[in-house]
């Protein structure tokens, strides 16, 4: 089994900056996609910005730019650097990993933090 906890979410002010953080702990296939993803209320999760193995990055038209994910492959973490926040920023932050087996995609989520932007 595999547990994602995410941590960092908050409440800040438009302009401002916040950092998440998602470390994974149990049996993670070697070659996998770790990410964020966020759900506004009322509205579908969306993927905010993703981080292969390899390398490759991946992000929402919405935070080119202003977010910025990167990744400890030895401590199986990722972290989610957001600038320049606006209060359409402001959604439930879930973790996501993802990886194939036998062309079946696997998938683990966080719980989820609550990020904020309002003045």
């Known amino acids: 089994q595999v547990q994602l906890v995410e941590s960092g979410g908050g409440l800040v002010q438009p302009g401002g900056s916040l950092r998440l953080s998602c470390a994974a702990s149990?049996?993670?296939?070697?070659?996998?996609?770790m990410g964020w993803y966020r759900q506004a209320p009322e509205k579908e999760r969306e993927l905010a910005a993703t981080?292969?193995?390899?390398?490759?990055?991946n992000y929402a038209d919405s935070v080119k730019g202003r977010f910025t994910i990167s990744r400890d492959n030895a401590k199986n973490t990722v972290y989610l650097q957001m600038n320049s926040l606006k209060p359409e920023d402001t959604a439930v932050y879930y973790c996501?990993?993802?990886?194939?087996?036998?062309?079946?995609?696997?998938?683990?989520w966080g719980q989820g933090t609550q990020v904020t932007v309002s003045s």
């Open positions: 996501h990993v993802h990886w194939f087996v036998a062309g079946n995609q696997i998938n683990y």
């Open positions: 149990g049996t993670i296939f070697s070659s996998n996609v």
């Open positions: 981080f292969t193995t390899a390398g490759t990055t």
